[in-house]
């Protein structure tokens, strides 16, 4: 019986659920020191006079350090050539979290009173708070090499002014995509300790081996005794693949020190320090005729990169352009982008990374020419779809070929869940009485590209390469061991390759076990980012798997005396088809697979082990359709949503729990941006929203039951078609719900409402229809 | 940044008189009861008391007692026991209301009663509920106890009439056997504090309470009177809001907390059994 597709409970949870986890925090080995950082309480300031003394003085610190003291050293990696982010910074501060001076003491209470105890002199400069601010004629400069505040500048990709033009109709729509804090529950930690043999570096990060690399360039170490381990990791969400600072800094001052330093971010700090995500402004131009056909569509994205552009950062706006489309056939699409520097913490990948923004734009487009022209907003999807037999399509942009997808199919399966007839009329019916609640329906047919594998696509943010290491060994007693590159930090990888590993080998599930997240362990890897570790690392543990496979049926066929062709595995045990009686346990073929008096002609020793660096030829395309119903209480102008249903089509479920529980996820993440996270500056620049009383990261409460249904078109590019799950949520929620708020205030005229969505916002609308 | 608080001494009170004693002989001391209001100012150090005494033993000061005209609710009781205690159900139906909805479950079975009055914080939930009921602070000191009224209690913000060297030993709630209550809570987030509140108390002496109105806790003094006077709902409700001058943040404006205010007094008085 296969295992894919079955429920299997994770392995993973004994041990996490038990406290028994080993977290970063958790390590303490001896002589460990402990780092703390002073971080500017500025915007942008000059940074006068920084005194140390008091600090020094105190009993139990070991090192005081500003940026005098990492001047030989790179800037953090990952920077950008004029715009580079020291690890300590120098004359100027540039956003408040900027590290200003680092303190390494005996424990780490020490380490905070000396953090306080140091006084710096700031002398403020005038600062940029927005893109607005930015982009002023006059606005103060960031960057000595950054004249205006544009890092980059794409200008349209197409002249569209003859479509537009000619078209029966055109609308606008400006939108912005709040800024949003990870907020992952386990902030920034690294552990390092350089002695003698090397340099071991213990991190909440989600690409060890990417990390290792880096570490060893940027110091100028060699590869073989530098090690990164990635244990157990609470939540990255895209944030920790980020080089933080920090892990350098703990490095270099282990390095002087002779001796283990940890940091743990405060939850304070990782609220400033851990790079946000999404910040973009959209202006957007569409034109359609009265059918609401999309004829031509124009996407100008501003992306806000905080004070140090970086340099995946500055890819968000070139995948949100790439995915602006969606899921519909639109002629002529011409996009532009802007990456713009401001006084704020820096801007990178957060789930989804600049696809969430693409599916806002255009499923709020869709629902905007639905308003425009009295075309209900499910037909406005179904006319412009991709048809269930457009694939490959090749968009407007060269980075994305939509591979499969069954757009209309899962609409139609979500109108098998969300009765909208009876909704619309209960709708109606509460418009009518002005005592009840106003509901909204809104709808969002999604697509995000995901599946980072194809060679090219993550070199260019700097990877090594593209492809996922798997390594399958099979031990003496027939039990197997995976060795996989793509570290998680929370996804069950442990569990669903394991289940792989398992229908290929026919070795027992439970006998499998899966590693990951120790460089001196796994030969190679990439990691866990852009919903590619099924997809990628997965397709490699099958290629793996399939090899040790067939090399253990020539063994069994040589014991058995039969030929290869007709060896079969049921229950751990090799027969030859038909004679079940003829027959050899796994645990015989493994053990016999190390002795060459055993063997076959010709096979070596330990042959039932492979080493896989799988490629895929594509990204994948997950996609889906969500609705969203919100009620929306007339007087207080509190929105509750009241059901949320859900279809994605993932490919291949590998474990229908895990997928659930990544969709659950995403959703909570994005009905979060939609309704409750915003990362909020004041004008000069402070943050607003700097703790979690005030960044309101919603709690289960807040969120409704989930109905689920699925649609499943195989991904092409790999042979389980699975196609990644991880971001989906947090792509498809946000304009579902948005469409749902906004559909519940139409008949007052709103034709648009921010994100988040808040209750003073929408009191503010129903207070001024009155 | 957060979470590592600054060098303090700490120090065990078994008593009262013992509690009483620390107090006067340290400088710059805090009492610890449940920690939950103390703990996180101290984390940010926004407060860095030199000495933390903590009464959270001091079984005197635990639990709830029946005295006859009564319910005296010792400082210490914790919000859970008041939430579940059948006495305070009965009598005071409000308060073991109010204590249920105060944060998380894990807030409510560490916090205390007394520490919550005693913070003083004009977003706290259960100050309202001592305010719209009448209730009474028992205050200790080395001279003895004295009575504190809960419209009295509250001085400033963060700031209450308990002297540097006193302790809020128990509050006493008047019976409202069969009355009616409503509390109204409104936030964007569960479990947060409340961006305003409002607690009503029916009965012969009713009483209308605000939560997050200003920089104390506060009764709506003229919707309080117009109930006692007998005016409807809507007359009621209107009036929440005067007299207030309601803070400014994130979640709200002075004008929509004016208008929460009186959106939910007409809620709460609904469901205290007012038309």
Known sequence: MSLIGAKVLRKEDPNLITGQGQYVDDLQPAGCAFMAMVRSTEPHARIVAIDTSAAKAIDGVLAVWTHADIAALPARPSSLPGMDMPLITGDVARFVGDIVAVVVAADRYTAADAAEAIIVDYESLPAVASLSQALAPDAPMIHPVLQGNTVFFQDYTEDLSAEFAAAPRTASLSLVNNRCAPAPIEPNVVLADWGPAGLTVWAAFQAPHHLRNTIAAFFGISQDTTRVIAPDVGGGFGAKINFASEIFLAAALSRALGRPVKYTQTRSECMVAMFHGRAQEHKVDVAFDDSGKILALKVQVTQDQGAYPDATGMGLPVLTTAMSAGCYKIPKVAVSWRNVVTNTTPVAAYRGAGRPEASYMIERVIDLIADETGVDPIEVRKTNFIPADGFPYQTHSPLAVYDSGNFAGALDELLRHADYPALKAEQAARLADPRAKLLGIGFASWLEIAGFGPPGSLEAFGHLASWESAQVRVQPDGSAIIYTGASPHGQGTVTTFAQIAADQLGIDFDRISVRHGDTAVIPQGIGTMGSRAVAVGGEGVKTASTRVFERAKKIAAHLLEATEDDIVVENEEFHVRGTPSKSVPWSQVAWKSFQPLELPAGMEPGSLDATVFQQVPNFSFPSGAYCCVVEIDRETGDVDIRNMYLVDDCGTVINPMLVEGQVHGGVAQGIAQALYEHMQYDESGVPRTATLMDYLVPAAPDLPGYVSGRTVTLNPSNTLGAKGVGESGSVGAPPAVINAVVDALSHLGVKHIDMPATPQKIWSILRGSK | ?275
């Open chain 2, 1 to 275: 940044m957060g979470m590592i608080p600054a060098r303090f001494d700490y120090r065990q009170a078994g008593s009262v008189a013992e509690a009483l004693q620390l107090l006067a002989s340290c400088d710059d001391a805090k009492l610890l009861a449940g920690g939950h209001s103390l703990v996180p100012l101290m984390k940010m150090r926004l407060v860095s008391p030199s000495t933390l005494i903590d009464i959270s033993g001091i079984a005197e000061l635990q639990g709830v007692t029946d005295t006859g005209s009564v319910l005296r609710v010792g400082a210490l009781t914790r919000h859970r026991v008041v939430e579940r205690s059948q006495v305070v159900a009965q009598h005071v139906p409000l308060l073991a209301h109010v204590a249920g909805l105060v944060g998380d479950p894990q807030v409510r079975n560490r916090g205390t009663i007394g520490g919550s009055l005693v913070h003083g914080d004009p977003a706290a939930d259960l100050p309202s509920v001592a305010l719209a009921t009448g209730a009474t602070m028992v205050v200790t000191g080395a001279a003895g106890e004295r009575r504190i009224a809960a419209a009295d209690f509250f001085v400033d913000f963060l700031e209450t009439a308990v002297g540097p060297d006193e302790i809020l030993t128990a509050i006493e709630f008047p019976k409202r056997t069969g009355a009616g209550f409503g509390y109204e809570k409104f936030v964007r987030r569960s479990m947060d504090y409340a961006i305003v509140g409002v607690a009503v108390q029916a009965g012969d002496q009713p009483g209308i309470a605000l939560v997050n109105m200003g920089s104390v806790p506060r009764r709506a003094d003229a919707a309080s009177q117009a109930l006692a006077g007998g005016a409807g709902v809507d007359a009621v409700a209107a009036l929440a809001a005067e007299g207030t001058n309601p803070p400014e943040d994130l979640n709200a404006n002075a004008d929509y907390r004016r208008h929460l205010a009186s959106v939910l007094t007409k809620r709460a008085l609904l469901a205290a059994g007012y038309r």
